[in-house]
């Protein structure tokens, strides 16, 4: 029984169909498309994440100036922020007066664009808002 098995699969040429390729490479792409947006997404979450943090440090920078001086530093060049180097975002772009201020930052690289911006207002008050367009 065993030898007959044997002389069967010996007939045989082994390998794929071209249907059972297509079948697993169509498979593949339906995989693909649903995985490429989900990290595209998390991805840019993430830049958002490095932005935010580095808004909120100068937001406290910006109040401990604030603190010291009875007025903002609306050009940023005295609160002694210092991007890190390799960012995603442009740096902080500074505007406003002593009693506001609006620290921007602006998309640099991919899938970022200059569109994409973070910024955060301070007031005088003491109150503060902060935003995102993506």
Known sequence: MLAWVCRQRAGRHGGFTLIEL???????????SLAVPRYLGA????????????LEEAKVMEWAYY????????TGS???????????????????????????MSGK???????????VNLQSDGSSSAGATF
């Open 109 to 119: 690289t991919s899938p970022l664009g200059g569109t994409d911006s973070v910024w």
């Open 43 to 54: 991805r840019k979450k993430s830049y958002k994440a490095e932005a935010d943090n580095l």
């Open 67 to 74: 603190q010291q001086y009875n007025s903002f530093d609306s």
């Open 22 to 32: 297509v079948v697993v490479l169509a498979i593949l792409g339906i995989l693909i």
């Open 78 to 104: 005295s609160i002694g922020l210092i991007p890190p180097g390799g960012m995603h975002w442009n740096n902080p772009s500074y505007g406003g007066n002593a009693t506001s201020v609006q620290i921007l």
